[in-house]
């Protein structure tokens, strides 16, 4: 929000939702850049741990090793050159 130049004042407080609705695509944009381009990690996006309850309650390996994650089947791959 503190990157978006329209809502920058807003930043902190709880009334950042309207703002960043109604601004337009390249000023986000601009200050998604501005955001990435000034963040001290190389992947300044990271899930935040939000404890138990949370959408994410704990580190996913540590979850793993408790059995803690979705049981569904599924089937991962490629069709990357498939024919040959």
């Given at each position: 929000?503190?990157?978006v130049?329209?809502?920058?004042?807003?930043?902190?407080?709880?009334?950042?939702?309207?703002?960043?609705?109604?601004?337009?695509s390249?000023?986000?944009?601009?200050?998604?850049q501005a955001?990435?381009?000034?963040a001290?990690?190389?992947?300044?996006?990271?899930?935040?741990?939000?404890?138990?309850?949370?959408?994410?309650?704990?580190?996913?390996?540590?979850l793993?090793?408790r059995?803690h994650?979705?049981?569904?089947?599924?089937?991962?791959?490629?069709?990357?050159d498939?024919?040959?």
């Amino acid at each position: 929000m503190a990157s978006v130049a329209s809502c920058s004042s807003l930043a902190g407080t709880r009334h950042t939702f309207d703002c960043i609705r109604n601004a337009n695509s390249t000023e986000i944009f601009s200050g998604l850049q501005a955001a990435i381009s000034e963040a001290p990690e190389e992947f300044p996006f990271d899930p935040t741990i939000d404890g138990p309850g949370g959408l994410y309650p704990d580190i996913p390996s540590k979850l793993l090793a408790r059995g803690h994650f979705a049981k569904l089947p599924f089937i991962s791959g490629t069709n990357l050159d498939e024919g040959a």
